[in-house]
């Protein structure tokens, strides 16, 4: 079974970028698809972008054009850039098979927007 540790988040202001890392015990090769999920305080958690091995991405339209996607099957690391960050950003982040989540959850990472 895969296990995931995600870093990188932190207290950002508004507008500004941070790139989360999701380094996976174990292969990811084989996961057709791998995603970022973020669960805010309160909301249910929601899938906000996927990668498939043959690197087609999806991303909430929330974070279109904002968020980026990216996955190193070598390194077997799965990576979310973020820019322009919104308050409505802030969520603790998680990396998992990218559909419905079929694998155990990490610990996350916390975003925290705000001036």
């Known amino acids: 079974q895969v296990q995931f540790v995600e870093s990188g988040g932190g207290l950002v202001q508004p507008g500004g970028s941070l790139r989360l890392s999701c380094a996976a015990h174990?292969?990811?090769?084989?996961?057709?698809?791998m995603g970022w999920y973020r669960q805010a305080p309160g909301k249910q958690r929601e899938l906000v972008a996927s990668?498939?091995?043959?690197?087609?991405?999806n991303y909430v339209d929330s974070v279109k054009g904002r968020f980026t996607i990216s996955r190193d099957n070598a390194k077997n690391t799965v990576y979310l850039q973020m820019r322009s960050l919104k308050p409505e950003d802030t969520a603790v982040y998680y990396c998992?098979?990218?559909?419905?989540?079929?694998?155990?959850w990490g610990q996350g990472t916390q975003v925290t927007v705000s001036s």
């Open positions: 998992n098979e990218g559909t419905q989540g079929l694998l155990d």
């Open positions: 174990g292969s990811i090769f084989r996961i057709y698809v």
């Open positions: 990668m498939t091995i043959g690197g087609s991405t």
